[in-house]
């Protein structure tokens, strides 16, 4: 069986991306990062997720914040949605950056063949390293930057959400029966998910689109 | 005063690469990481020569260690030097990507415009992530997923000994009057250098070409 990282947040995308992963019949080495979240809930919601499909090989990596960014300084706060195209202030320096290169040097000691993220470069916050062309640039730099990729095997970057709508999202991940129940989306990390900040727009939109109740709890 | 971020290691090169940034005249942020290696030796100099230049932004990030590589991993043995133009067991899976997507995050947080890191493709242990492919292909990746590169200010990778050989790089040190009796470079990291690991044998025959007394104690 192929072996395949997937970076797992808690989150809904990542978890429609992990329930496509194992669709596909890869056998999955999820990872979260405790990079010093404003709430530590999204660990929780990703520990859950990894209990209810009952899998034994994940790894939460601690890694240090280098801050700036409303995401990881308390300081700063989350905005509401304002619908503004321009990066917001919740974007995290080098987040994926920082996220695929730990995936890529865990993949390649595992000798996996692919790294699973949920990046979406339609329905998101329009942070950089969500982009097509983000992509396209890691998987470059990491052919040339490993050992496996210089000799002639590369570890290949999946992203089956990146074209994808909000709304087309949720109904992949409801057909593949993905715990959307246990997935926390909220910027703010309160007790209920708020209903006003970027993420959680987004999500509500997807799920109206999509036809489809979303099965967690808003204030 | 422009801002520049430096990687330090503790050894030959990139104290070499810190004195070149100084002289230079930037304002240096140095990082070291701590990544499990075999020995605290190399933070512990890399701590003497912040000391010397009596640098006051200076931060260790610590990093979880993906494993597989003999500098890492104790039950691996460190090889002699064999010349070899294999990828050797020393490789540290994407230990650069990782070191350089945390310089990164750093560098956009800071508002610093240049990344100095000691690559070197000359006289070097054949790492695919030293060399000049690999340095224009991390700068590529960083300009589309960061927010500073999106908006055509991206941040620079300085790379000033990579086509030096190793007798240059200590040469220039020399000049700079870099603190090279602080630095260690050897990969068995006992109290005193081995003299026949990779890294010892590439310093070693650096001093003999540039006609100069390598400061440090041999066994």
Do not use: W
Not at 25 to 36: K, L, N, Q, R, W
């Amino acid at each position: 069986m192929k072996k395949a990282v997937v970076l797992l947040s808690g989150g809904l995308d990542s978890t429609a991306c992990l329930s496509m992963a194992l669709k596909e019949g890869y056998e999955v080495y999820p990872i979260s990062f405790d990079y010093s979240q404003r709430h530590n809930k999204e660990l929780d919601h990703a520990k859950r997720i990894i209990d209810y499909y009952d899998i034994k090989n994940y790894r939460i990596i601690k890694i240090e914040n280098v801050g700036g960014s409303a995401l990881t300084d308390t300081e700063l706060d989350v905005p509401d949605f304002d619908g503004n195209s321009s990066i917001p202030i919740t974007y995290v320096p080098a987040r994926n950056i920082i996220f695929l290169s730990y995936a890529v040097g865990y993949a390649e000691v595992l000798g996996a063949d692919f790294i699973y993220i949920g990046v979406n470069a339609v329905d998101y916050s329009g942070y950089p390293d969500c982009r097509p062309e983000f992509i396209n640039a890691f998987e470059a730099m990491s052919n040339v930057g490993t050992k496996r990729g210089t000799l002639g095997n590369p570890i290949k970057l999946k992203t089956p959400l990146i074209h994808l709508t909000k709304a087309e999202i949720i109904k992949a991940a409801f057909e593949n029966d993905a715990p959307l129940h246990l997935t926390t989306s909220c910027y703010k990390g309160g007790g209920k998910a708020c209903g006003v900040c970027d993420s959680c727009v987004l999500r509500l939109k997807g799920f109206k689109e999509a036809g489809l109740v979303d099965p967690i709890e808003y204030e």
